[in-house]
């Protein structure tokens, strides 16, 4: 029985019921869910309500590390929502959109303990899961890892759940804050950074990396960015022309008349004397430089076609991937003498184990996907350029010409393999890619190839700085399932201009 009066409801409380009653108006009415009210002794049943009658929704999102993060750490996220109503919970959909300073990493999206596809990670992302009815006293839970990206903003992760006819409590955002002072430590030295190296839209100044170069590493790329660079031929000279020998002067008028001929007599025609001899054209030297050569067959396009256009973002281990695809490993007669084709054929087994570890859940270091250096690139010999050997009717031929900038990286790269790693497999790859291509097709239609070829080249070569940077902060193979747009732009382009010499 109710005592009259009520010590256990606060003064506060016998206050606010004082006024309605002065004043007549009623007590406010609680939702079914309501089944407690708080007091300063603690929780007392709601009169007339013991039971709940309706659903109820609880939302916990939960956050580790909760704060102190610096760019290229990995937060895991654990979302549970739980009926603790009496009645079942209809029509459930939540949604837990990304923020802009994290990144998913592939193949963490666990669903009550069950690892799950990257395909319902992105539906989490974006339009939101699905979860349908969910009984009472029963439990869904979510978890996923998130790289932190470089900023110096805190991340906000904020869930949206609605359900029909269903309470839902909960749902706070989870704040994950960044450690202070870790992005602008090398503050004064950030005009040193390219522009190139981070996002389309750069940040301000305090959100730039940390991490500066050493005087070796900067020396080491530049001269790979030059080497890398567009290929430019050479210029001959212009053959000087050979002047006419001189001709000798006519000799003046004798100065007496000459006498009349007598009749009868033949007048005898004067002497033109004949030109002299021209001498034989002289032939320029052949040309000599180290040209490689390589072919790409119609299947191998149409695959990669696949990727680039299909309704899921390439990765850049996509890019890895169609870079070591254009890679010229042969001679003009098809030899083989400095082992590029088995140094490409084992990189490509290294980036296809990235992407069966990656769907395994196993995480390993980057460095564990470098390999080794198998080619000899001190075999490399300079030779006369000869014409492109002919193509297949299914297939594309492709060229690139080493110089001497380019050579002289790829020697220090096989004499310190001591510091071999997988940005060097990389720069190996993109100056192997091809510049050139020949095909049974209109002139235009292999400039325009031409010049995709030169495009991607010099954008990859733009991303490989930039993923050298980020490597040095994280160094797991989340960064390979980045994405890069200007990178997906130029391999589109790419892929639909060699598209275009088959038909």
Same mark, same amino acid.
């Given at each position: ?249 006519? =000799? /003046?008028? +004798?100065? *007496?008349?000459? &006498?009349?001929? $007598? !009749? ?9 004397? #004949? ?105 490399? =010999? /300079?030779? +006369?350029? *000869?014409?492109? &050997?002919?193509? $297949? !009717? ?9 110089? #001497? ?99």
């Amino acid at each position: 029985m109710r005592r009259e009066p009520d010590f256990e409801a606060s003064a506060d409380m016998r206050l606010v019921e004082l006024q309605r009653a002065a004043l007549g108006v009623p007590a406010p009415h609680r939702g079914d869910w309501e089944s407690r009210v708080s007091t300063e002794g603690g929780a007392v049943e709601a009169e007339g309500e013991q039971h709940l009658q309706s659903a109820v929704l609880a939302v916990e999102l939960t956050a580790s590390p909760p704060g102190d993060v610096i760019p290229g750490a990995i937060v895991t996220l654990a979302l549970s929502l739980t009926n603790e109503g009496a009645v079942v919970a209809r029509n459930i959909r939540v949604a837990v959109p990304l923020p802009g300073g994290a990144t998913y990493r592939n193949g963490s999206f666990v669903r009550d303990g069950r690892p799950q596809l990257d395909d319902a990670a992105d539906e989490l992302f974006g339009p939101g899961t699905a979860i349908g009815n969910l009984a009472p006293k029963s439990r869904v839970t979510f978890l996923w890892k998130a790289g932190v990206r470089l900023g110096n903003k805190p991340l906000v992760i904020s869930p949206t759940v609605t359900a029909e006819e269903t309470a839902v409590v909960g749902a706070k955002s989870a704040i994950v804050s960044r450690k202070a002072g870790a992005e602008t430590g090398f503050a004064s030295q950030v005009q040193r950074f390219d522009r190139a190296l981070y996002d389309e839209t750069p940040p301000p100044l305090e959100e730039l990396p940390i991490y500066e170069l050493d005087t070796e590493e900067e020396l080491e790329h530049e001269a790979a960015d030059a080497a890398l660079s567009e290929y430019r031929p050479p210029m001959e000279p212009p053959q000087q022309p050979i002047a006419p020998p001189s001709q000798p002067e006519p =000799a /003046p008028p +004798p100065d *007496q008349p000459s &006498p009349d001929p $007598e !009749p009868g007599v033949p007048v005898e025609e004067p002497s033109t004397p #004949a030109p002299p001899e021209q001498p034989p054209d002289i032939e320029p030297a052949a040309r000599e430089a180290v040209v490689l050569y390589g072919r790409l067959d119609r299947p191998s396009i149409a695959y990669f076609e696949r990727i680039f256009s299909g309704s899921k973002p390439p990765t850049l281990l996509n890019h890895f991937i169609l870079g070591g695809a254009l890679a010229c490993t042969r001679a003009i007669d098809q030899s083989d003498v400095a082992g590029l084709k088995a140094h490409m054929d084992a990189q490509s087994q290294l980036l296809q184990r990235v992407v069966l570890h990656e769907k395994m859940g196993r995480k390993e270091p980057i460095a564990e996907y470098a390999g080794t250096m198998l080619a000899r690139v001190d075999q490399f =010999a /300079p030779a +006369p350029v *000869q014409a492109a &050997p002919a193509t $297949e !009717p299914n297939a594309l031929g492709l060229q690139v010409e080493l110089e #001497a900038p380019t050579l002289a990286v790829l020697a220090k790269m096989q004499g310190d393999s001591g510091r071999w790693d997988f940005t060097k497999a990389r720069q190996l790859t993109l100056a192997l890619q091809a510049r050139r291509v020949h095909a049974a097709a209109p002139a235009e239609r292999i400039d325009a190839a031409e010049a995709a070829l030169r495009t991607y080249a010099q954008t990859a070569a733009t991303q490989l700085q930039r993923f050298f940077v980020r490597m040095r902060i994280d160094r797991t193979t989340g960064l390979l399932f980045a994405h890069d747009d200007a990178l997906d732009s130029a391999a589109r382009a790419l892929i639909a201009a060699l598209t275009a010499l088959f038909n």
